[in-house]
């Protein structure tokens, strides 16, 4: 039977507290197509929302980032009201972002935000950055302009964003990565009292650490309970954890030694890009409890099963590919392991050493040579989720095969294992047969 008490709670001010109206002169933007992974708001078992600030970062596509506006602040404004009748009522967040110029770029703008889902940041006079756009409904952009009126006239050119959400737009403190570099949204906003932003730590934070129960694993989201096992064929390339306060997180595989997973210094992220061959089982650790009760506890278990087909070319290979090695340039990584420049992709030879392929067909196949292979994945999109594919490797690792259907229009990445962490080796853009390549680097 489902558990159906109440999730509300009291909602105290204190007298003479001041609250800030307004928001600052600079909002930032980008496509939902850039962003391959959202931040998460935290429900229930019922499906209610528990919490108005989102957990985790937004993840972007290889080289995009978040692009930014300046705007007048007396002249912007951020709202949000009920929309829809119970039990579906939803919130109506809008946003006027006036920006003074009227030049080309700015008329411009109206090109790249109309009739595109796009999402954006803005940070009240607090400090909290709030989000406007939502994964779930699409955001309507509209640009309107003025020249202004006589001599005493003004210009202007006007954002009006309005976008569906389950709350007033939440508040965001994951990190931002902009063309200016990357900086992280304030976790802990000005209230007009002291904070503990410059602590640096969680340790003064009265609440425990929260692990999200969604972890990214090999590009895909799984659900996780405590004591739980899953299993995954193939090597482990990379995990993703998000949640609140967290303290710390380890993995230990096999007999090896207990591995300490980074986590971001607001205690709202953490990677792993690890590679974990298979078979192996590997054990994750978390922290739970504040100050002298802390603990570190066993979280989960991943299982990690060699592929069926990893045995299916035993002595094929032998001899073919060490040759080859030599006369298409080979890239060294750690443990003695080459990958040969020359790839083959649907049976024609690419020289890959400029990082890019194109093709104008379906990517059916897609062969590595080299020695000691290892750590080589193909990660494309799904449905707008990323899915990570690991290639067989042969039982001499002098080549690795993909083999699959992957359409025009998608964006595939073929990754290597470098110094223990899964990095972009070589795009591959799939194009249908009348289109053309514009290389944009």
């Not at 989102?54 to 080289?63: E, K, P, Q, S």
């Not at 590679?275 to 100050?291: C, D």
Request: contains cysteine; aromatic residues 8%.
């Amino acid at each position: 039977m489902p558990d159906c008490s109440s999730v509300q709670r009291s909602l105290a001010w204190c007298q003479g507290k001041p609250e800030l109206p307004g928001v600052k002169r600079r909002i930032y933007y980008i496509s939902k197509y850039d962003i391959l992974q959202w931040p998460v708001l935290q429900h229930d078992a019922n499906g209610r929302l528990t919490s108005a600030t989102y957990i985790g970062d937004f993840v972007l596509r290889a080289d995009a980032k978040w692009k930014f506006i300046d705007i007048i602040s007396d002249k912007s404004q951020l709202t949000s009201e009920a929309q829809g009748e119970y039990p579906s009522q939803t919130q109506l967040n809008k946003l006027v972002a006036v920006h003074p110029g009227v030049d080309q770029e700015a008329s411009a703008a109206a090109a790249y935000l109309n009739n595109n889902d796009n999402v954006f940041l803005v940070e009240d006079m607090r400090g909290a950055v709030r989000v406007v756009g939502s994964d779930k409904w699409p955001t309507k952009t509209s640009v309107a302009q003025d020249l202004g009126q006589g001599a005493t006239g003004t210009t202007s050119t006007t954002i009006n964003v309005e976008a569906t959400d389950e709350c007033p737009a939440p508040f965001y403190s994951g990190s931002i990565d902009t063309d200016d570099g990357t900086f992280t949204a304030n976790p802990n906003p000005a209230t007009g009292g002291g904070n503990n932003s410059g602590s640096g730590n969680n340790s003064s934070s009265s609440s425990g650490p929260v692990y999200n129960s969604t972890v990214v694993i090999n590009g895909q989201s799984r659900s996780i309970t405590k004591g739980s096992t899953i299993s995954i064929t193939g090597n482990l390339t990379s995990m993703k954890f998000t949640g609140s306060n967290m303290s710390y997180l380890s993995y230990k595989a096999g007999s090896g030694m207990e591995t300490e997973i980074d986590i971001n210094a607001t205690g709202t992220s953490a990677t792993c890009t690890d590679v974990i061959t298979a078979p192996k089982t590997v054990k994750i650790y978390r922290q739970e409890g504040t100050g002298d009760n802390r603990t570190d506890v066993l979280w989960f278990t991943i299982n990690l099963t060699s592929s069926s087909s990893s045995g299916g070319n035993t002595g094929g290979n032998t001899g073919g590919n060490t040759g080859g090695n030599t006369g298409g340039g080979t890239t060294p990584t750690t443990e003695g392991i080459y990958f040969n420049y020359n790839v083959l992709v649907n049976d024609k030879t690419f020289n890959v050493s400029n990082g890019r392929v194109v093709i104008h067909e379906p990517l059916t196949s897609i062969k590595v040579s080299g020695t000691n292979l290892s750590g080589l994945s193909l990660l494309h999109l799904e449905d707008g989720h990323p899915i990570t594919e690991e290639l067989t490797v042969s039982s001499d690792k002098t080549s690795a095969t993909w083999t699959g259907n992957l359409q025009p229009s998608d964006e595939v990445y073929l990754k290597r294992a470098v110094d223990g962490s899964s990095k972009t080796w070589v795009y591959i853009n799939i194009l249908k047969e009348d289109e053309e390549w514009i290389d944009m680097d």
